[in-house]
């Protein structure tokens, strides 16, 4: 018991997602964003919330806060999390939480090249642009998916840029959803 509550509290803390029922709060200096694509964003947090209400998987956390999120499951494939919040929506892979994501499960929930990564990033960023829960172009969205990988997305003058981290990415708990 003891050891099962010390790799708990080394999930939770390690990773910066805290966990409570459905409640998808993360800690934005602890977030590694390799275990999938972190787009940094001007997000709306109003469009957002009621992005949420017309997805069927998904839940809101901390609604009246700053530190907001919503957490829902992409409708191109149910093993890709997606987490909004002020300043970035992350695709991610949808597990228990806290389980680092290597390559083989990266290969194995985005597909080979990130085919299916890319595929539901420009179905849902798409869809969230048209909703007005992210500020981009229609413009943005092919070359948005096009510039996906592990790492973070973002806008330099003209180009989407991805750049890497050195931390561990790790699944999203989306154990709810599903």
Do not use: H, Y
Not at 73 to 89: M, N, P, R, W
Request: glycine content about 12%; overall charge negative; hydrophobic content about 40%.
């Amino acid at each position: 018991m003891k050891r099962t509550m010390r790799a708990l509290a080394v999930v939770l803390v390690g990773t910066g997602i805290f966990t409570l029922g459905a409640t998808p709060a993360v800690g934005a200096d602890e977030f590694c964003p390799m275990g999938g694509t972190l787009i940094k964003v001007e997000v709306d947090k109003d469009k957002a919330l009621e992005w949420a209400k017309d997805r069927r998987k998904s839940v809101v956390a901390d609604e009246d806060k700053d530190e907001w999120s919503v957490l829902a499951l992409s409708t191109t494939d149910d093993d890709i999390a997606i987490l909004v919040k002020a300043g970035s929506v992350f695709f991610g892979v949808a597990g228990k939480g806290g389980q680092e994501v290597d390559s083989r499960v990266a290969d194995r929930t985005f597909g080979n090249s990130f085919r299916k990564l890319r595929d539901a990033i420009k179905k849902e960023m798409g869809d969230m642009r048209q909703a007005g829960v992210v500020k981009i172009s229609g413009g943005d969205v092919q070359p948005l998916s096009e510039a996906a990988g592990l790492g973070v997305l973002e806008k330099k003058d003209r180009d989407w840029v991805l750049t890497t981290e050195d931390c561990t990415g790790v699944d999203l708990d989306a154990s709810g959803l599903k």
